[in-house]
């Protein structure tokens, strides 16, 4: 994936002085007006997605993930992994480690079962959402508590916006009504809506009718917008998207959506460069 950026390298000569500016990435940085550009996109169906079935662990990756490697799906800004886990009856992924990455968990059905060595125990569920720093490192395993369902997740990564922090934790339960035709914040940088990311990051979540109509306003110059129609259908920022489709957003201060059927959708904003 490439991202606009301008450099401009002017040298002046007056007599023996001589000036040298630099300029770096005034359209992506500053947000200069006088040489502004279209609206990115990058369009991802959910067929193009990386894919493995485990048996126990059925999942798809947005990004570069595993055994998974395609180079022009590394990450979208500083979003690095959106995966869509469903984890069978009873099973799960044992204790293992994570360092300077913001990991969000977001059940859409069944009980995730979690445990840290923050000290951590706990299940989460449709309308919770759950966050670890991990920092200067973590262990910690999921699992699905119940052993005649699948729990069905998704699991999102974000590079922070500074290495080696002490590792924390946050969980929040969302009022559902909330979605109702509109866009609900449930992972914000300062934690006043939503859990809290160490990270220029607002995730929302809306179930909206068919019809339903708005824009979302970009939080400043260089930020772009990740969005996934969870069910039912939409059109973001001009292009059509389907169940599992997504399209990334960026070089505009704002993306307009229209649900063209009943819909639940998944915004994830996040810097382009950080």
Known sequence: MHFCCTYIYCTYNFDMTRVHLLALGLLAVTGWTQAQTSMNTVFHPADSRG???HGWLDTYHSFSFASWHNPERMHFG???????????????FGTHPHDNMEIVSIPLSGDLEHQDSMGNATVIREGDVQIMSAGTGIMHSEKNHNAGE??????????PNE??????YGQITMDLD?????????VSPDGSEGVQIHQSSWFHV??????????????????GVYAMVLEGEATVGGQPLGRRDAVGTWNTERVDIEATDDARLLLIEVPMQW
């Open 206 to 223: 809306g179930r909206l009718s068919a019809g339903w109509k708005d824009s979302y306003a970009l939080h400043g110059a260089g930020q």
């Open 163 to 168: 290495r080696d922090l002490t590792p924390t």
């Open 51 to 53: 894919h493995a079935d």
């Open 150 to 159: 699948d729990v069905r997740f998704l699991q999102i990564w974000v590079f």
């Open 178 to 186: 909330d979605q109702r035709d509109k866009l609900q914040c449930v």
């Open 78 to 92: 500083a979003l690095r992994v959106l995966n869509d886990d469903a984890v069978t009856g009873g099973a799960g």
